[in-house]
Structure formats: structure tokens, C-alpha cells
């Protein structure tokens, strides 16, 4: 029975003579109901199959001893989690064998009950990577699904497996698990960017490039050490991952609800088996916990901050306006309409995919704000965000590597562009400095200079000497040491500088310290 909502809505008068839609209706309680929305339409198709008559008998919940009747179809197909959280399968057969070895360690199971689920664990993970396992919503999620399927499997021993443990634990424990996984994938592939972008550096030794602040010209640097600037950012992002996942590694199994249990269990000996640090200390806080996850999203957001930058500043170089890098083919995309177009939209993407990284951490934050101790089903929803943030962070790392593999800079268009701007200004104020002129003195004179320059539309170095010494008679003929973008290179010497030496230097301790072979 096909009912438009936009055709069928009658239409009754108000006592203000305006038009007000009445939708028809229908008895939700004996129907199940398929919404197909488009544009054009809306349109409820009424699949008039009762209740009672349903193609397969629901299954009793694991948990529903205490109650007289099912919960409805909306409300499971509301509450239903597997859809998102079976991609923890995986930790949760390994947190399962663990729980179980203990048990049986504890005299709480049997020896042969033990090896019975075990080898059941073994077989219904083989069936979920085999792509033969059948995952089932009336079971609500990725716990429930393999325990009532190791029961339909070896049966009364794998009712023994929740024993001394609740989902609240029980999900805890997964998530770190796999969080401590994708934590490890992640720093992997900044460590790859990182030495993409090293070996970058190392190809275009000597190639000066104009520094911006506020998107103006500064000074000359060197385009390595730009280049290490980002490395160092990525440093620092996986410092953050790797001490989050220190944090992190603490176990909660065992803490049960919220409470523990009265059962003789060793939680140090499931937590060492996990290789965890150790039991979590306090059992409301092991179930409720979750500032392990907003801290790693915060640190992914950081991170996904840093490649946006990236992004965006080789999005810059690479127009017309710049032309200082041109990605080759492989990596950039064309128009639809306009046939000259060259797109370098891997980085435009990396650039907009932050703001979902970011996106999933404003989430769970929000999620979070408001619950009270211990475990609420709020925490639900915490899954999907970080699936979300890491498969992202995943993508912009991995293709960043490839478009920092896949680009060449323009030292052509780069040396032209040089002139302009004076970046070679504060270095003037640095002689100036050197000969006794204090620097707020020096900066005058420099800027005076500068003026004269723009009057005449020339450079620094371009400036005679009587010219300069009608500013100040400090300037002398070495004068012309410091001038030019060159001569400013040369004359940077402090710790951590664009200074060629110190460039080097900066090199040098990325390629030993990532292992990168010179001849590379």
C-alpha cells in the first residue's frame, strides 16, 4: 500500500483562516513501515506483515530474565550497535580468551570449559574474517553477537564467559585495545610523511625561498628549513599519540559494572595477558572513563590541524599567482568544464577532511559533558566519531606522503620572485647592530632605506654607499656582505636558524634520527 504524505495530507481550516496539513493516520502498532524519501516525494510504504506473523521468532536477550516481553522493532533497530562496533571483533575475542584463562586460573571454570571456548573463539573469529559470520541486530552489539553465538556453539560452557564481567568493562576493555592499535598505524604514517618530507628537504639543498609573516614577504629561508619546520610539527604529533597511548594502556576488565565483584578474580593477570600496564585502580572509573578517547581525537585534531596547514600552503604554491611547485599528474585532478585546469585537490581535500577530525572531537566532547558516574548508554555513540577521525587522519597522512613524493619545485620561478619584498631588511639591521647602533636606531635607519628603495623601485643592494651613508654614516663597504638574499643566508648563524649550516645540521639529525639512507 503506497500512501504519498504530500497527496494525501488533508487540509483543515484554523480560526485564523490559514491552511494548516493534517497527515492521515496510521496504526504503527500492527504495521512495519519503510520510508523512501526523495526530493520530489515523501512516501511511507506499508509492508502489512503483523507483528505476530513475522518471518522468524525473536530471540530471547541474553539479559531479559526480568522481562515479560521484547522490546519493540523501533527500539532495536534505535539501540542496536553492532552496525558500527563489530569492528571491534577482534579485541573482544582477545579480551574473551584472556577472561577466560583467568577464570579458569581462578578455579571459577573448568580446565575443559576453558579450552571448549577457547577453541569456540577461535572458530567464530575465523568465520568473521572469512566473511562467513552472521552478525545479527536483534543482538544488539559486537559482545552479545559473539557470546550467543559461542553458546549456539559449544553451549553451557560459554555461559560461564560472562562470569566476574559486564558489557560496561567488557567494552572498555575493546576500545582501548583497538585504540591502542590505530594509535600505533597513525604514528607509523607520520613517521612515513615525516621521511617523505626529509628526503624532499634533502633534494632541494640551497634552494632559498621567501618567508611570510602575515602572509607578507619576511625573510629569505631556506626551503629545507621550511620543509623541516612541518617534520618538527609531526614530531610532536606523534610524542602526543605515543604518551596518549601510554595513559591509555591501563585495564578496566574486571571492574564489572561499576562495582567489581566478590569473585576471587586476577585482574593483574588478564591485564598482563593484554599487555596493558596494569589494572585501572578505581572500578567506577574504569567503566566510565573515557578521557582515553577524547584525547586521542583532541591529539588526531592537532595533527589534522598541522596537515591542513600543509595543505593550504602548497594549494597556495601551486596556483599561478605562486607557481612555486607543480604537482605532477599523478597526484592532481582536472575540471569538468574548464580543459587547462591542473587541481591539486589531494591537499584541498587533506585541508577540508580537518574539519571533520576536528568535527568527531567537538562530538565527543559534547557527548561527554554532562554524564554522571558510572557507565550510561550515552557512551554508545563514542565509537563512531573515533572510527571516524582515525580513518580520516589515516587518508590525509597517507596521501600527504604521496603528494610530497609527487611534486617539483619551480627554482626558476622561486629565484625570480625573490627580489621583491626586501627580505634581506633585517639583516641590514643586523649589520647596523653590529657596528654599535642599537637595534631600535638600526630599525629606523633600515626603514628610511627601505623607503628610498620603494621611491625608486629598487632594491637594497642596489643602494650605493654615499646613498646609504646619507641615512647613517655607519654603513661602511662591508656593507654589501649582508645585502642580497644570498649574503642574508649566509650571515644566520644562531641555534635552530635558516642558516646553511645550521640547515645542515637540522638534516643531518632528521635523517639519522628516522634512518634514512643518504644515497636516498
Known amino acids: 500500500m503506497e500512501l504519498s504524505i504530500l497527496q494525501k495530507h488533508t487540509l483543515t481550516h484554523t480560526h485564523s483562516s490559514s491552511l494548516t496539513l493534517r497527515p492521515p493516520r496510521l496504526h504503527l502498532s500492527n504495521y512495519t513501515y519503510k520510508m523512501n524519501i526523495s526530493p520530489k516525494s515523501l512516501s511511507v510504504s506499508c509492508n502489512a506483515h503483523k507483528n505476530e506473523v513475522e518471518m522468524k521468532e525473536k530471540e530471547t536477550k541474553l539479559w531479559g530474565g526480568r522481562f515479560e516481553e521484547g522490546v519493540s522493532d523501533v527500539v532495536e533497530r534505535f539501540t542496536e550497535s553492532i552496525s558500527v562496533d563489530k569492528a571491534l571483533y577482534k579485541q573482544d575475542i582477545m579480551g574473551s580468551r584472556a577472561h577466560a584463562s583467568m577464570l579458569a586460573h581462578q578455579g571459577l571454570i573448568d580446565a575443559s570449559d576453558k579450552d571448549i571456548i577457547l577453541k569456540g573463539l577461535d572458530q567464530i573469529e575465523n568465520e568473521i574474517e572469512t566473511g562467513n559470520f552472521n552478525w545479527r541486530t536483534d543482538r544488539e552489539d559486537v559482545h552479545m553477537n559473539i557470546e550467543a553465538a559461542l553458546t549456539d556453539l559449544v553451549g553451557e560452557p560459554a555461559k560461564k564467559l560472562h562470569t566476574a564481567r559486564s558489557r560496561n568493562d567488557q567494552v572498555s576493555t575493546d576500545f582501548r585495545l583497538w585504540c591502542r592499535d590505530a594509535i600505533g598505524n597513525i604514528v607509523s604514517r607520520i613517521k612515513y610523511l615525516q621521511a617523505a618530507l626529509v628526503i624532499l628537504a634533502k633534494n632541494n639543498e640551497g634552494l632559498i625561498v621567501p618567508g611570510y609573516t602575515h602572509l607578507q614577504r619576511a625573510q629569505p629561508v631556506l626551503l629545507q628549513h621550511l620543509l623541516l619546520a612541518y617534520v618538527e610539527q609531526l ?203 642599537p637595534f631600535r636606531t638600526s630599525h629606523d635607519v633600515v626603514g628610511r632605506s627601505v623607503a628610498l628603495c620603494v621611491s ?46 645550521c640547515v645542515a645540521s637540522q638534516l643531518d639529525y632528521w635523517m639519522t634520527r628516522l634512518n634514512i639512507n643518504r644515497n636516498t
Open 235 to 437: 614530531e610532536r604529533d606523534a610524542g602526543r599519540l605515543l604518551d596518549c597511548r601510554t595513559r591509555l594502556n591501563f585495564c578496566p576488565l574486571g571492574a564489572c559494572a561499576l562495582a567489581g565483584t566478590g569473585l576471587p578474580i586476577d585482574r593483574f593477570m588478564t591485564s598482563d595477558a593484554l599487555g596493558f600496564s596494569a589494572p585501572m585502580r578505581n572500578s567506577i572509573d574504569a567503566v566510565s572513563d573515557r578521557d582515553f578517547v577524547l584525547e586521542f581525537l583532541s591529539s588526531n585534531s592537532i595533527t589534522a590541524i598541522h596537515l591542513s596547514r600543509l595543505g593550504e600552503e602548497w594549494v597556495l604554491w601551486a596556483s599561478e599567482e605562486f607557481g612555486f611547485i607543480t604537482p605532477s599528474d599523478s597526484v592532481s585532478t582536472g575540471s569538468s568544464i574548464m580543459p587547462q585546469k591542473k587541481n591539486p585537490d589531494p591537499m584541498e581535500l587533506v585541508r577540508g577532511k580537518s574539519a571533520r577530525v576536528v568535527g568527531d572531537l567537538v562530538t565527543l566532547l559534547v557527548l561527554c559533558k554532562g554524564l554522571p558516574h558510572a557507565y550510561n548508554r550515552d557512551l554508545q555513540e563514542d565509537k563512531e566519531p573515533v572510527f571516524d577521525s582515525v580513518k580520516a587522519i589515516t587518508g590525509m597522512l597517507e596521501v600527504s606522503a604521496e603528494f610530497a613524493q609527487n611534486i617539483t619545485f619551480n627554482s626558476e620561478r622561486i629565484q625570480n620572485a625573490l627580489p621583491a619584498g626586501h627580505l634581506d631588511a633585517t639583516t641590514l639591521a643586523d649589520y647596523l647592530v653590529k657596528k654599535g647602533m
Open 456 to 501: 625608486r623601485k629598487s632594491q637594497l643592494q642596489d643602494l650605493s654607499l654615499d646613498e646609504l651613508r646619507s641615512i647613517s654614516p655607519v654603513f661602511d663597504q662591508d656593507v654589501y656582505e649582508y645585502l642580497g638574499v644570498e649574503n642574508s643566508i649566509k650571515n644566520f648563524s644562531s641555534y635552530g636558524s635558516t642558516g646553511s649550516e
